[in-house]
């Protein structure tokens, strides 16, 4: 991987879920690291659901190998969440590409 093509900042965070003195549940993202990413693709979808159709953004990142990432963890691109549909290994730990989807089919 070419370190001139990742030219994209983005932050991986994981999510935890914590009781507050109440008794209510909380869910909070917390970051894991901000890396720099390639951007492979970028386009917008349109789901068909029960409340019509309605559109999401999916965008795929090619990153350095970032051990223990999850389809549960999320990443923020341009100050929005993005949700982590896909993560596939790239050679033998050479690299990591993450599929994402923001909108409500996410």
Known sequence: MKAEKMDRKITLQRGSATVDAYGTPTFTWSDLATVPAQMIQRSTTEFVRAQGATEAEIIVFRLRYFAGLTNADRLLFEGRAFNITEISE?????????????????
């Open 90 to 106: 790239l050679g033998r730990k050479d690299g990591i590409e993450l599929r994402c989807l923001q909108g409500p089919g996410a």
